[in-house]
C-alpha cells in the first residue's frame, strides 16, 4: 500500500485550544510523521488534499450495543427498568442475518458522525453463540471500524433480579414470565470460552470482551467465572453498574452493600474492568474504582432519556477512574451520535452545582471521549491521538460548514457546536471509510431495503413479546417507582 499525505488540513490540538496547519504522513495503517505544511514525503506518497479541514482523532463509542439499532425509536417513557422489561420484544427473535445487519447499521451511523471504534455490548438470547458474534465483527469490519465485541449475558431473568418484583406480579403475568428460563452460567460462559479460542479476527481492529450485563442480573459464581476468564485470555470486562436507582436500593437489598462493594468484594474490578452509566455511586464507590485503575463508560444521553440521573463524573475524574463517554444503545439514547454525547456530557456536568470550578471543560470531555475510550478499549497505546506511531484513525471536519463559520476555538467548538453534520471524511486504520460525505465500503441502499425487510418481519415474529412487555409495565413501572422512592445515602437526580 502507497503512504499517504493529509495536505494542508490544521490538526487539532485539544489541550491547547488549537488547530495549527499541519502534514500528515501515513504508512500503511500508522501515522508516521505530523508536520509543517508542504512537509517532504516519499516520492510515491498519494496526496490527500485535506484543505479546509480540521484534523481530529476519530471519537471513540466506550459503550454501545448493535442489536438496539434495528429499534431505534421503539419506545418513549421508559425507566431503564420498562426498558428491560421490554427486552424480549425489541431485541428478540433475531435471526444471524438480523444479528449481522443491527451490527452493521450501528457501525454505519457512528462512523458517518465521527467514530472510528467502539465497545459494543451485544446480546443474544438466550446465549452467546460462536456465530453470532463473528457475524457482529464481520459486520463492523465490512464497514471497516475498529469494535471491542462483548457477548452481553445474565443468568437471571430481569424480573427474578429485582428482589421482590416477580413477587408482585399478578399470578397469570407471572406464569407467563416464568416460563422463559435465564441460560445457566456454565453454558454461556462455555460459549465464549469456545469464541475466545478461535475469534478468527485481527484483535487490533476487533476484538473480544466478556459482559456480564448487570450484577443483579448474575449470579456471583457466574460473576466471578467471567473475571477468570477474562484474565485468562487477557480481555475487558464490562458491566452495567449503578445505573438507576432502583438497582442500587436492590442491590443494598440483595447484598447488604453497594452493587460496586460487592463487584470489589468479588475482585472484578480492575484496570481491564468497565462499568457503564455509574450513576448512584457513593463516594467510596468512586474510590474503589479508582484505587482500581478502573473506567466508567457515561452516557450522558442515556441517562436523560431513562431518567437514571446524573453521573458524578467531576468526583471520577478526581479519585482518578479513567472517564470514556459512550451512546448506549439506538433503543434507549435514541442514535449512535458521539457529538451529542459529548455536548450532553459537557452540559449535564453544569447542572449539579454553580461551582464553575466543578463542570467538565471542553478539553476534558474531548480527551475522555478520544484517548478515555482507547483505554477502555484497551487500545490507549495505540488509538486516541493523532501522534507518530498511532493508528490512523482520523476525522475530517468540513472548516468551511456553519458550524466553524467563523472558526473561534477548535475545542470548544467541537464540544459545543458540532453536530456531526461537518463530516467530510473518516480514516480508520489508514483507509478512507468515508470520503467527501460517502462511504467507500458498503451500499447504503441496500442496507435501507434489508432493514426494512427486517423489521417488518421482526414486528410479527415479536408481536406475543410485545404483548406481554406491554401487559407488565404498569405493574413493573409501579413496582419500580416504588423501589426509586425508597431510601438511599446519595441523590443523582437534579430535583429528588
Ligand atoms: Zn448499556
Known amino acids: 500500500m502507497r503512504p499517504i499525505v493529509l495536505r494542508g488540513g490544521r490538526v487539532l490540538d485539544i489541550a491547547g485550544h488549537r488547530a495549527e496547519p499541519a502534514d500528515v504522513l501515513i504508512d500503511g495503517e500508522t501515522i508516521r510523521q505530523l508536520g509543517p505544511p ?42 431503564l427498568e420498562l426498558l428491560l422489561n421490554a427486552g424480549p420484544w425489541v431485541g428478540g427473535s433475531r435471526t444471524l442475518e438480523d444479528k449481522y445487519l443491527a451490527a452493521k447499521i450501528n457501525a454505519v451511523e457512528m462512523v458517518r458522525k465521527g467514530c472510528t471504534a467502539a465497545y459494543d455490548l451485544y446480546v443474544e438470547y438466550p446465549l452467546p453463540t460462536v456465530e453470532g458474534l463473528e457475524a ?16 452481553m449475558m445474565a443468568d437471571r431473568l430481569f424480573y427474578e433480579a429485582i428482589p421482590g418484583l416477580m413477587e408482585s406480579l399478578p399470578k397469570s403475568l407471572r406464569a407467563r414470565v416464568e416460563q422463559v428460563r435465564a441460560a445457566p452460567y456454565e453454558e454461556s460462559v462455555a460459549a465464549c470460552r469456545q ?48 445505573e438507576s436507582k432502583a438497582q442500587a436500593v436492590s442491590g443494598i437489598k440483595r447484598y447488604g452493600k453497594t452493587l460496586t462493594a460487592h463487584l470489589d468484594g468479588l475482585g472484578f474490578l480492575g484496570p481491564n474492568f468497565t462499568g457503564a452509566h455509574c450513576v448512584w455511586l457513593t463516594d467510596e ?28 463524573a467531576r468526583a471520577m475524574l478526581e479519585g482518578k477512574v479513567n472517564l470514556a463517554i459512550g451512546t448506549d444503545a439506538s433503543h ?7 457529538f451529542e454525547a459529548v455536548r450532553l456530557a459537557s452540559f449535564v456536568s453544569r447542572v449539579g452545582s454553580p461551582e464553575t470550578q466543578s463542570w467538565l471543560s471542553t478539553a476534558e470531555v474531548l480527551s475522555a471521549a478520544t484517548e478515555g475510550g482507547a483505554r477502555t478499549l484497551g487500545m490507549g497505546d495505540a488509538i486516541g ?20 463559520l467563523p472558526c473561534n476555538d477548535p475545542t470548544n467548538q467541537i464540544v459545543h457546536s458540532e453536530d456531526s453534520s461537518a463530516v467530510d471524511g473518516v480514516m480508520i486504520a489508514g483507509r478512507m471509510v468515508l470520503q467527501d460525505g460517502r462511504f467507500t465500503t458498503l451500499d447504503l441502499e441496500q442496507l435501507r431495503r434489508d432493514a426494512e425487510s427486517a423489521t417488518e418481519r421482526l414486528r410479527g415474529a415479536t408481536a406475543d413479546s410485545k404483548e406481554l412487555a406491554l401487559m407488565l409495565e404498569e405493574h413493573v413501572g409501579r413496582y419500580c417507582v416504588g423501589l426509586g422512592r425508597e431510601h438511599y445515602p446519595i441523590n443523582r437526580w437534579v430535583s429528588g
Open 136 to 151: 457482529v465483527a464481520r459486520a463492523y469490519q465490512e464497514v471497516g471500524m475498529r469494535v471491542v465485541v462483548a457477548p
Open 385 to 404: 491521538r493523532l501522534a507518530p506511531e498511532y493508528q490512523a484513525d482520523i476525522v475530517l471536519l468540513d472548516l468551511n460548514h456553519v458550524n466553524y
Open 285 to 312: 464507590d468512586i474510590q474503589r474504582l479508582g484505587d482500581n485503575g478502573a473506567s466508567v463508560a457515561h452516557n450522558p444521553g442515556s441517562n436523560l432519556r431513562l431518567g437514571s440521573g446524573i453521573a458524578p
Open 38 to 79: 508542504g512537509m517532504a514525503v516519499p516520492a510515491e506518497a498519494q496526496v490527500v488534499d485535506a484543505a479546509h479541514r480540521l484534523l481530529m482523532p476519530g471519537l471513540v463509542n466506550a459503550h454501545t450495543h448493535g442489536h438496539g439499532s434495528l429499534a431505534k425509536g421503539l419506545g418513549d417513557r421508559w425507566s
Open 332 to 338: 434507549c439514547s435514541d442514535n449512535q451520535n458521539m
Open 195 to 242: 469464541v475466545l479460542e478461535h475469534w478468527p479476527f485481527d484483535r487490533g481492529k476487533a476484538a473480544l470482551a466478556l459482559a456480564p450485563t448487570i450484577p443483579l442480573h448474575c449470579s456471583d459464581a457466574f460473576i466471578v467465572a467471567c473475571r477468570d476468564l477474562a484474565a485468562e485470555y487477557g480481555v475487558g470486562l464490562h458491566m452495567h453498574l449503578a
